[in-house]
């Protein structure tokens, strides 16, 4: 093999691993996988919609099941579009450790992610929680008008992620 293919592939390698993360998102964008909503907090500032509803799917992943209980207080609302809706998640830290988590969100189908807005939420900051500590944390949603007539259902998941845990002495 010639030494200039040699050097070649590995700046051709290199070049592939460095445009992954466009090229993921842009295939997140084409094909609605993964929807990441906006974490902005906005509203639609809309009139209520009465004659439609879908169904609105909350599920939570602590992504560390063992050490920590987190869940949503409902599981699955009846949404109106345009209406403002509060429900909140439950949060309970059974080890002995205090703990810093955060939460990520993914909206299901992808492409209906634009249409949520959440005014207050739990994602948009770290929360901390001593031993033993359970808490109540709250989301408060509007889904859009604008949200295409053929979605009946939408996903709101969060995947809970311990970003630093503190030994009590």
């Known amino acids: 093999m010639k030494p200039w293919k040699l050097c070649v592939i590995p700046v051709a390698m290199f070049g592939f691993g460095f445009a992954m993360v ?16 906006d974490l902005a907090k906005r509203t639609f ?7 439609r509803s879908i169904k609105f799917q909350l599920i939570s992943d602590a992504n560390a099941r063992d050490q920590f209980d987190f869940l949503p ?17 439950k949060l309970h830290n059974p080890t002995g450790n205090t703990m810093t988590f955060q939460a990520i969100p993914s909206v299901s189908p992808g492409p209906s992610a634009q249409y949520l807005a ?5 994602c948009f900051n770290q929360q901390v929680l001593k031993p033993g500590e359970t808490v ?34």
């Open 136 to 169: 109540d944390m709250p989301l408060i949603f509007q889904v859009s008008q604008a949200l295409p007539q053929d979605v009946n259902q939408m996903t709101l998941a969060y995947t809970l992620y311990v970003i630093d845990e503190t030994p009590e002495s």
């Open 22 to 37: 466009p090229l993921y998102d842009v295939f997140c964008d084409v094909t609605g996988l993964n929807g990441k909503p």
């Open 118 to 122: 959440k005014m207050e939420c739990f």
């Open 45 to 51: 500032e809309e009139t209520v919609e009465s004659a």
């Open 73 to 89: 207080n409902d599981h699955l609302l009846r949404v109106t579009p345009g209406e403002m809706y509060k429900t909140s998640f």
